[in-house]
């Protein structure tokens, strides 16, 4: 492994997978620096001491600049979302990088395409795909050139559609194309083999083929992901429907992935397996199953939702849909703020004090009713009230929640052990602002399959009648505090 690698240029920096080893880069011991068309976009994802050139791949006389000095060049760049002609944009963008780095003396370039055997007719994507590797590979400067299959991890196309799917369908239609046999992934591994890659010395270019430990299909990813969710799915294989055909069909189940996810179903017909292990000599690393990827992906998806403050996250990348509040990825959020002139202390102590004999602040006996309810299903219903005598604490039960997070002054959050279709918390968070304090009152909705969004949706008018009435009656009850 080379050590003395310097100076890195990372494209494609605002994508997926250009994104997340943006910031695994800014922990190694170089000096890092991005190519971007937009500058602006991608300066508040940077460190302070990340470097951003503006320029376009598309444009030969922007790189040179970027180019300068540097030792690793990562090209992380493809159009596979544009409505056309991504074939030859990717093809003129390739060889415009290959001669921009041979021109400045770059020493390596590192790129991630797409597995498949290219002795066989591939689709429009793989051809791309691999077309460019070749290019880059033919540039003059050596390439490392990974060909993966499919993509696990947290907020990957691959990922979204097989949750969109399985999620989304109780009863699903099978083509054959669904066994075909690929070698996902995890997001982790790959992101392992592309730093490593950046210390690999090489003196020419290179293939190298990566996966996981595992052969499996996107049937078999599919009822791996009902499993970890716990959601019963029926699959009943057809010996019809085209990849054309499951292009429409995907575009009425999931059509925010509709475009690009065509031209993915137009690739699934061919199998993406490792037939070369030859990465197994150059790297040390030991890539997880599918099973153990999927597992990665919900975890990490969980750890960095609850990592994220509301006020933050609501107002950033949200869909905001009226009838069921606000949806974000697969999360459904009611959201309710209210500004009291009184300090932190006093906004939060009905918050503190909720819960038990002292009610919800609003329809206590539509309340008293659910946990009946809930316990006529074998649920804990309100029969464990809340802590006596004594002020609450993380790891506490408070009725049919459990506190997740009591951080007095500022916030309570409380995750749902009743019986639900999905997981629910229900959060209130009291923050300073213009001498007084906003009172943030969220609850979040994870559902479990079709049923989990039809309760969701069913009984949302319920729900904004009681979380509208609770946060104005805790706000009232904040203000008549001493």
């Given at each position: 492994m080379n050590k003395s690698v310097k100076n890195i240029l990372l494209t494609g920096a605002s994508g997926y997978i250009g994104g997340r080893l943006l910031k695994l880069?800014?922990?190694?011991?170089?000096?890092?620096?991005?190519?971007?068309?937009?500058?602006?976009?991608?300066?508040?994802?940077?460190?302070?001491?990340?470097?951003?050139?503006?320029?376009?791949?598309?444009?030969?006389?922007?790189?040179?600049?970027?180019?300068?000095?540097?030792?690793?060049?990562?090209?992380?760049?493809?159009?596979?979302?544009?409505?056309?002609?991504?074939?030859?944009?990717?093809?003129?963008?390739?060889?415009?990088?290959?001669?921009?780095?041979?021109?400045?003396?770059?020493?390596?370039?590192?790129?991630?395409?797409?597995?498949?055997?290219?002795?066989?007719?591939?689709?429009?994507?793989?051809?791309?795909?691999?077309?460019?590797?070749?290019?880059?590979?033919?540039?003059?400067?050596?390439?490392?050139?990974?060909?993966?299959?499919?993509?696990?991890?947290?907020?990957?196309?691959?990922?979204?559609?097989?949750?969109?799917?399985?999620?989304?369908?109780?009863?699903?239609?099978?083509?054959?194309?669904?066994?075909?046999?690929?070698?996902?992934?995890?997001?982790?591994?790959?992101?392992?083999?592309?730093?490593?890659?950046?210390?690999?010395?090489?003196?020419?270019?290179?293939?190298?083929e990566i996966g996981g430990s595992d052969k499996v299909s996107y049937y078999d990813l599919m009822k791996e992901y009902a499993r970890q969710r716990q959601l019963k799915r029926l699959m009943i294989p057809v010996p019809v429907l085209t990849p054309y055909l499951s292009s429409l069909w995907l575009g009425l189940v999931t059509p925010v992935y509709a475009r690009i996810g065509r031209k993915l179903i137009e690739s699934i017909v061919h199998p993406t397996v490792v037939s070369d292990n030859r990465a197994t000599r150059y790297f040390s690393i030991q890539p997880k199953s599918a099973g153990e990827a999927i597992k990665s992906a919900l975890h990490n998806e969980d750890k960095e939702f609850a990592e994220t403050r509301w006020s933050d996250a609501l107002s950033a990348t949200v869909q905001t849909s009226g009838y069921g509040g606000i949806r974000m990825r697969s999360r459904l959020i009611d959201s309710r703020i209210r500004y009291v002139p009184i300090p932190p202390e006093r906004a939060f102590k009905p918050i503190a004090d909720i819960g038990g004999e002292n009610g919800w602040y609003a329809y206590n006996m539509l309340w008293r009713l659910r946990g009946m309810l809930d316990l006529m299903v074998g649920g804990v219903g309100l029969r464990r009230g809340r802590p006596k005598n004594r002020t609450l604490q993380t790891g506490d039960t408070l009725d049919f929640w459990r506190v997740e997070k009591y951080e007095p002054p500022y916030e309570l959050k409380l995750l749902a052990e009743m019986r639900l279709p999905g997981k629910a918390w229900l959060e209130f968070e009291v923050i300073a602002e213009n001498n007084g304090s906003t009172i943030q009152q969220t609850a979040v909705f994870y559902p479990s399959g079709l049923a989990g969004l039809l309760y969701w949706y069913g009984i949302f008018p319920l729900h904004a009648l009681v979380f509208r009435t609770m946060i104005r009656r805790i706000a009232r009850r904040a203000m008549q505090s001493g």
């Open positions: 880069l800014e922990n190694e011991p170089v000096n890092l620096r991005c190519l971007a068309r937009n500058p602006d976009y991608l300066q508040p994802r940077v460190n302070p001491n990340t470097q951003i050139i503006q320029g376009d791949v598309l444009d030969e006389s922007s790189l040179d600049q970027a180019l300068h000095h540097i030792d690793v060049a990562y090209y992380l760049i493809h159009s596979m979302g544009s409505a056309k002609g991504f074939s030859e944009t990717d093809r003129q963008a390739a060889e415009n990088f290959g001669r921009a780095c041979r021109r400045a003396g770059v020493q390596k370039i590192v790129y991630l395409g797409g597995l498949g055997d290219n002795d066989q007719p591939l689709s429009e994507h793989l051809q791309s795909r691999q077309e460019v590797g070749r290019i880059l590979r033919e540039s003059g400067v050596p390439a490392i050139e990974f060909r993966a299959s499919i993509v696990i991890g947290s907020g990957s196309l691959s990922f979204e559609l097989i949750r969109a799917l399985t999620e989304k369908l109780p009863v699903m239609i099978m083509p054959r194309w669904v066994k075909i046999q690929a070698q996902p992934i995890s997001i982790e591994d790959l992101l392992a083999y592309l730093i490593e890659a950046m210390y690999l010395q090489v003196d020419k270019s290179i293939i190298l």
